[in-house]
């Protein structure tokens, strides 16, 4: 029962995580001044084919799957599903923290859409923080950036970088050919790309301890109890004469 709990507690960390973590993707649409490496070919393609956001983050997240697959030479089904499911539960968030932002008035001053700009940055991170203390299966994007690091026998840190300037080129790639502009790239995308991170650290240098303590809280008042129970047991023991 108490792993349950755990689990469930995870679980809500790991969706909260996303959902915030698809928030701030939403509040660097609206400021429309470049969106985060992470969705920046979704948003491409968005922007492209005139289909939603959502939907075409389950397309890039299929083909960051493909792309995985490619790279290892190995096919997991089992695996591929789990970050099929994700990406679809990522996309739907998408759509809907898109909807919700929409119902407020555009920012319409540049003050304003630095100000959307910003709030992206930390909303990203909070989503992130929840997104990785969970412990749960990465998304696909995450994944690959795993698969290039083993693939080329990098750092992860190079790795990630690699994937987030290969995943913004092809996005600057497809939106200067279909609408002839740089699109989902902007000033907001080196933004994320440099400070997210940073945020993050911090947010897990402070935050993330509290966060398992709270996962883990009645898992750890159990060992705290049995321990108890054994030291009781051993002070009532009576030895033999």
């Excluded at 991170?125 to 696909?140: T, V």
Aim: net charge positive; glycine share 6%; hydrophobic share 50%.
């Amino acid at each position: 029962m108490n792993h349950i709990n755990v689990t469930m507690k995870r679980l809500s960390l790991y969706v909260i995580g996303l959902f915030f973590l698809s928030l701030g993707v939403s509040f660097s649409i609206q400021a429309d001044l470049g969106v985060s490496p992470v969705s920046s070919l979704a948003y491409a393609f968005a922007l492209s084919s005139g289909l939603s956001v959502g939907t075409m983050t389950v397309v890039a997240n299929v083909l960051f799957i493909i792309a995985q697959v490619m790279l290892s030479k190995r096919f997991d089904l089992k695996d591929s599903i789990v970050q099929l499911i994700i990406a679809f539960l990522f996309g739907f968030f998408m759509d809907a923290t898109l909807f919700i932002l929409q119902l407020f008035p555009a920012p319409e001053t540049l003050a304003i859409r630095w100000g959307f700009l910003i709030i992206s940055l930390f909303v990203v991170a909070i989503g992130l923080l929840g997104y990785f203390s969970a412990k749960f299966p990465l998304m696909p994007y995450d994944e690959l950036t795993h698969v290039i690091s083993e693939k080329f026998k990098m750092k992860f840190s190079k790795a990630k970088i690699s994937s987030d300037l290969l995943n913004v080129g092809v996005a600057g790639l497809v939106s200067i050919i279909f609408i002839q502009s740089l699109g989902s790239i902007g000033i907001g995308t080196v933004a994320a790309a440099y400070y997210i991170g940073k945020i993050v650290g911090w947010l897990m240098k402070h935050c993330q301890k509290h966060l398992l303590q709270w996962v883990n809280r009645n898992k750890e008042d159990k060992i705290k109890e049995s321990k108890d129970n054994a030291t009781l047991e051993e002070e009532n023991t009576v030895l033999p004469s």
